[in-house]
């Protein structure tokens, strides 16, 4: 019996590693923490990592997808987070099902054109 149920068993992420996944530099993610009161990633530690929880990535995706995606400008997007917390939650979740049904399709696309050939 597997105890995994598929799920990142990871706790906390560097910056850096944050950067990675969301496509932005680091000092962006700084500049975001100090623009959004809602992205508080857990505190600094001795050596100075911020360390970022799956809810930080989140939030940073949501802001992401605010603020390059979408075009909003960093004080409507801090607007809309604060006024619209429930619905930029649901908006959030929403975005994650289609990125990953989209990603899902590109997979059976691959599947398939492999057994055509």
Known sequence: MSVNTGKNLKLYYTI???????GVTESLLRYWEKEFPTLKPKAVTRSGVRQYTDKDVEQVKFIYNLVKVRGFKIAAARRYLQTNREGADRTNEMLETLISLRDQLKDLKRHL???IV
């Open 113 to 115: 054109e492999t057994a």
């Open 16 to 22: 850096k590693e944050v950067a990675k996944m969301v």
